[in-house]
Nanobody
Framework: QVQLVESGGGLVQPGGSLRLSCVASGRIFSINDMGWYRQAPGKERELVAS???????KYADSVKGRFTISRDNAKNSVYLQMNSLKPEDTAVYYC???????????????WGQGTQVTVSS
């Protein structure tokens, strides 16, 4: 069974930094895209950043220049370094694995359980 487990959320002051980690475990053959989404109270879930298996990256305009996504394909892991955090970055952050194929040749998208990031003084 495939699982995505996130870590690294927490409370940080404005201007501070956090690093989120996500590890996908199970009988994984390949993963197309890995990324991070976030959902603030009363808002829809939105893409923060993603990285394809071919190293193509995407960022939300609101985080460009402040957040950096990285990926370790050998470890089926994705990371999000968040710098210069703002109160508006407060949200639950979800790890996403898009187009994950198992050794049983089943392909679908998977989500982590979410980790809270709160930016407040």
């Amino acid at each position: 069974q495939v699982q995505l487990v996130e870590s690294g959320g927490g409370l940080v002051q404005p201007g501070g930094s956090l690093r989120l980690s996500c590890v996908a475990s199970g009988r994984i053959f390949s993963i197309n895209d890995m990324g991070w989404y976030r959902q603030a109270p009363g808002k829809e879930r939105e893409l923060v950043a993603s990285k394809s298996s071919g190293d193509t990256t995407k960022y939300a305009d609101s985080v460009k220049g402040r957040f950096t996504i990285s990926r370790d394909n050998a470890k089926n892991s994705v990371y999000l370094q968040m710098n210069s955090l703002k109160p508006e970055d407060t949200a639950v952050y979800y790890c996403n694995a898009m187009g994950l194929t198992t050794w049983e040749q089943s392909t679908r998208d998977y989500w982590g359980q979410g980790t809270q990031v709160t930016v407040s003084s």
